[in-house]
Nanobody, 127 residues
Framework: QVQLVESGGGLVQAGGSLRLSCAAS????????VGWFRQAPGKEREFVAA????????YYADSVKGRFTISRDNAKNIVYLQMNSLKPEDTAVYYC????????????????????WGQGTQVTVSS
């Protein structure tokens, strides 16, 4: 039984910061790519960021580059998303997801390319 559990969502004012966590049970992230997606009401699910566990390579959507940072804690098997300089347009449900890493260096950004998903955590940024 594989479970991904997000935490850390909440309400924050524009310009503020929030840190999301993604913890896994039933698998080790060590051989996976772990990503964050978000979905606002009435909009498509959007790729945010991803990290390759081995080596720690990262990839970001242009909309969050320079503001968000994805990182990992090897000992705790947790992935974080540090969100700074938040904007109202960042408001969405944020999901943690993962897929088994292969030899390719390309980061997958389509939601249907990720096998495991968390339940989501709400992030609301007020103006």
């Amino acid at each position: 039984q594989v479970q991904l559990v997000e935490s850390g969502g909440g309400l924050v004012q524009a310009g503020g910061s929030l840190r999301l966590s993604c913890a896994a049970s039933g698998l080790s992230f060590s051989t996976y790519v772990v990503g964050w997606f978000r979905q606002a009401p009435g909009k498509e699910r959007e790729f945010v960021a991803a990290i390759r566990w081995i080596g720690g390579s990262t990839y970001y959507a242009d909309s969050v580059k320079g503001r968000f940072t994805i990182s990992r804690d090897n000992a705790k098997n947790i992935v974080y998303l540090q969100m700074n300089s938040l904007k109202p347009e960042d408001t969405a449900v944020y999901y943690c997801a993962a897929y088994l890493s292969g030899a390719s260096l390309r980061f997958r950004i389509r939601s249907d390319e990720y096998r495991y998903w968390g339940q989501g955590t709400q992030v609301t940024v007020s103006s």
